[in-house]
């Protein structure tokens, strides 16, 4: 399994992969369980039907590590117009970026800038949240976070729970009465800075879910989201909030659009405040390779769409 994971996640990386994996229709299909499509047309008709059953959203339109101001600046203007479709269609919808998408890699202050243009262009106190992407990244994306949390009170950054760094992150987050939105993380990490063993992962994902629920956290003003598919720890989760005394609608779980639907719409039929990820866009080579190795059972699914 691990070795499974391994591969698939070298794969994402892998240019030769991805321009042929596009051509072949049994991946594309396959994808559809986890897209509802390429088109920002595609993500708001699956928004406008998850929010029948009750589920907010959060829309990612896929890239990452863009090489030049022209891109970056179109991934902005893409946003913004997000932003002011979502508006006007009465969604309950918020974005997601990532910083290398809106150009990290060649120009911190530029990024920054383009950020901060997303932050007020989002208005109504909607959350704009930053992706958190591999370990490289886990100090400036910060630097960004708290240079924005400074002067703007919506928006979030996801901190990952197999880091062994992220405990201390999050000590020095909670000040600021951040908005935090917690996953276990899906990048290729050595064991110098990650847990290898999932148990761990989970243990670590308890305790930091359990530190962000703590009333010193929330006096400080953390808006948490759990961001996981685990029914085990969604369960100890909302034990935990309701042996507290907080109410259902202090904190938010978050899922991925086609992940344990059942379990998404039961959260917010009994009360829970729910939001579902929908991403969407051309570039899904990379991201599609980490969902397959979350779970390689799902290259089972890709190999019998090979069949129809
Ligand atoms: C809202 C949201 C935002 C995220 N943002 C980031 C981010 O910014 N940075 C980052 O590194 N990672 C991000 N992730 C991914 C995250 O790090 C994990 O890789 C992913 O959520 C799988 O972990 P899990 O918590 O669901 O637990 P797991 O223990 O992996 O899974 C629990 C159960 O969920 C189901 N499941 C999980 N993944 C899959 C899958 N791919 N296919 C089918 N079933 C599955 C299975 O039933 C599994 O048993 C995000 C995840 C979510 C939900």
């Keep these: 399994m691990a070795v499974m994971r391994t591969i698939l996640l070298q794969g994402a990386g892998n240019r030769w992969l991805r321009e042929r994996a596009s051509h072949y229709r049994f991946v594309r299909r396959a994808l559809r369980r986890f897209m509802p499509g390429e088109r920002l047309e595609d993500a708001i008709e699956a928004a406008r039907v998850l929010r029948e059953q009750g589920l907010n959203t959060i829309f990612t339109r896929l890239g990452e590590n863009l090489t030049d101001r022209s891109q970056a600046n179109e991934v902005v203007e893409h946003y913004l117009d997000v932003l002011h479709r979502v508006t006007a269609l009465n969604l309950p919808t918020v974005i997601s970026v990532k910083l290398t998408q809106l150009g990290l890699d060649f120009d911190r202050e530029f990024c920054f800038q383009n950020l901060c243009r997303l932050i007020e262009g989002a208005g109504n106190g909607d959350i704009v949240w930053i992706d958190m992407e591999s370990s490289a990244y886990v100090d400036v994306t910060l630097e960004v976070y708290r240079r924005a949390r400074a002067q703007y009170a919506n928006v979030g950054v996801c901190l990952q729970a197999y880091l062994y760094r992220t405990a201390k992150d999050l000590e020095s987050l909670v000040p600021l009465g951040p908005a935090i939105r917690l996953v276990k993380g899906a990048y290729r990490e050595p064991p110098e800075i990650a847990f290898p063993r999932k148990s761990d992962v989970d243990a670590n994902y308890f305790q930091l879910t359990s530190r962000m629920l703590s009333a010193e956290a929330q006096q400080a003003g953390m808006r948490a989201v759990v961001g996981t598919h685990d029914p085990q720890l969604i369960q100890r989760i909302q034990a935990v909030a309701l042996e507290r005394g907080l109410r259902k609608d202090c904190f938010q779980f978050h899922m991925l659009y086609g992940i344990q639907r059942a379990l998404q719409s039961r959260l917010a039929r009994e009360g829970w405040r729910a939001g579902v990820l929908i991403s969407y866009g ?23 769409n090979i069949v129809g």
């Excluded at 080579?285 to 190999?303: K, T």
């Design 282 to 304: 051309k570039d899904w080579f990379a991201w599609y390779m980490r969902r397959l190795a979350e779970r390689p059972a799902n290259l089972w699914f890709v190999m019998r």
